[in-house]
């Protein structure tokens, strides 16, 4: 013997519009403010540039949106910079 369930019909209705109006946005300016110190990685730019241009010394500016500005006096250094032709192929590109 067969046992038969009847089934009903399930009507979900979905509102795709809350009855009430959604917040506005709300913006923040997050930011960390200018660097505390040089990166590394910023050395050898600015030893190439001072090289380039020949000049003794450079200045740095860091900056941010809302926390002002830092400047950093970098001198430059003859044992950091090298010719093109030491530094191997791809460095000065």
Known sequence: MHQWVKMHQLHLRFRLNPPYPPPPPQYVVSDRGPHGGLWPLWVPQL?????????????LL?????????LFRVY??????????DCGPGVWM
């Not at 860091?62 to 830092?70: D, I, M, N, P, T």
């Open 47 to 59: 030893q190439a540039h001072m090289a380039a241009a020949g000049t003794g010394s450079a200045l």
């Open 76 to 85: 430059r250094c003859e044992g950091c910079t090298c010719d093109p032709g």
């Open 62 to 70: 860091s900056r941010s949106a809302s926390r002002g500005v830092r």
